[in-house]
């Protein structure tokens, strides 16, 4: 891939968890990141997780779409439940990031994020799929009440679950530029650690593999009540500059200079 991205990948099963029902996926030739939390109890939720896994890098590898390749994981989390009754009730989230020279494309459905951070701005790309975010959408709750809502793990769209279940995929795009990060992210993270500690995360230190790491420590010091998974995509360092930033480094040289030469003009004249 032109201008390749530095890509890092972390999960951890939490403090309360002996398991771990994420499952991601880096494949960074296709340039494509995949995170699936699973749901399900016992060992469902990684079956889950895990299909759906496979089933998005089968199907974008084959030629599908992004959001198409996310929407196939449905039916073939669907068709295993409907094989073993063990397996009724499982299903999972999914949010999967495409990158292609510098022009990204994001799909989900669930509650797993994805954010956008660059030094002028930190931005969640994707919207949760669950009733506390309607709730938001509508203003029938405010942001603290939020955070102890009863319902605020209760999601309206999710991959698998039941035959009655109809996941709409939604999807966004933009730019990555130089210096800037996409960041995968599963609940067990945003549970813990608002989008405020996260964007001082991302903004303090230029090393995928530190963020990935500092990200999940700070959710294990605030609970670590859920297994937490993050991937981070760096814009490669011949990635193009975002526009005006050039124009806005020369112009600060030129404001530089304009202020040295009158100083020592001043100085000249005292």
Known sequence: MRNKPIIACATHT???????????ACEDELGLWVIADGMGGHAAGEVASQLAINAVVSSFSSGS??????ADAHPTVLEAI??????????TTVVAAHLRHNHYQIA???????????????QRITRDHSYLESLLDNDAVDADTAYNHPERKSLIQAIGVSNDMRPTVSTSDGKLYQGELLLLCSDGLTDEVDDNQIAEILASTC???EICDQLINAALRNGGR????TIVIKAGNRAPKKPGEDSLSANWLISAGVLITAALLWLAFI
């Open 65 to 70: 779409l992004l959001h198409e390749a996310v």
């Open 108 to 122: 989900w459905v669930g509650d797993s994020r994805c954010y956008h951070w660059s030094k002028q701005n930190f």
């Open 207 to 209: 090393k995928p593999q």
């Open 82 to 91: 409907n094989n073993d009754p063990f397996l009724r009730g499982m299903g």
């Open 14 to 24: 939490g403090l309360l968890s002996t398991h771990n029902e994420d499952q991601y």
């Open 226 to 229: 859920d297994n937490i998974t």
